[in-house]
T-cell receptor, first 114, second 113 residues
Framework: AQSVTQPDIHITVSEGASLELRCNYS??????LFWYVQSPGQGLQLLLK??????LVQGIKGFEAEFKRSQSSFNLRKPSVHWSDAAEYFC????????????FGAGTQVVVTP | DVKVTQSSRYLVKRTGEKVFLECVQD?????MFWYRQDPGLGLRLIYF???????EKGDIPEGYSVSREKKERFSLILESASTNQTSMYLC????????????FGSGTRLTVV
């Protein structure tokens, strides 16, 4: 069965420290991959996406993600977090033969401490 | 700036009421979606629509219906609201083709009392 897994429900990180959020997927072929961020009380905003090509993808707000085919992973990273990065982060995947339906992970809540 | 607009940020309704949640997009997108978001459960798809008057059930359609009479508007209807439908409801839209991703509205926090 197709699935998207975010193993970490909750992560606490100090301001200025690095952040890595994990995402693993199980699909028949490499799907389209996305990371979204949801600030408190808001909708989801697209951070970055991967289709093909360079496996290191740059996004907005200083985030990047690396696609690793051998591990079926698409982990999100930021070298130095800011207090404003406190939010919930969602990984999403969609099969390349799909008309547009995405499957979302359960989300990772990030707390940033001073 | 392109937008998905949900008509209400917060709603409080009584059990048994018929509830309408409205979503409008100005991007001429073919696809529109309704999700509910609950702590620990992530986003769960209620219904989606890939064209005017076309709709498909998602993962949790029970207790909900939808209407899409115009391309830009997608309505979620709770026929008889119940307390277990208290949740955050998110609308999204997209072009046809999964690679485009979704644009989300800001959400409607519905409380059923």
């Amino acid at each position: 069965a197709q699935s998207v897994t975010q193993p970490d429900i909750h992560i606490t990180v100090s301001e200025g420290a690095s952040l890595e959020l994990r995402c693993n997927y199980s699909y028949g072929a490499t799907p389209y991959l996305f990371w979204y961020v949801q600030s408190p009380g808001q909708g989801l905003q697209l951070l970055l996406k991967y289709f093909s090509g360079d496996t290191l993808v740059q996004g907005i707000k200083g985030f990047e993600a690396e696609f690793k085919r051998s591990q079926s992973s698409f982990n999100l990273r930021k070298p130095s977090v800011h207090w404003s990065d406190a939010a919930e982060y969602f990984c999403a995947v969609g099969p390349t033969d799909s008309w547009g339906k995405l499957q979302f992970g359960a989300g990772t809540q990030v707390v940033v401490t001073p | 700036d392109v937008k998905v607009t949900q008509s209400s940020r917060y709603l409080v309704k009584r059990t048994g009421e018929k509830v309408f949640l409205e979503c409008v997009q100005d991007m001429d997108h073919e696809n529109m979606f309704w999700y509910r978001q609950d702590p620990g459960l992530g986003l769960r798809l209620i219904y989606f629509s890939y064209d005017v008057k076309m709709k498909e059930k998602g993962d949790i359609p029970e207790g909900y219906s939808v209407s899409r009479e115009k391309k830009e508007r997608f309505s979620l209807i709770l026929e008889s609201a119940s307390t277990n439908q208290t949740s955050m409801y998110l609308c999204a839209s997209s072009l046809t083709g999964v690679g485009y991703g979704y644009t989300f509205g800001s959400g409607t926090r519905l409380t059923v009392v």
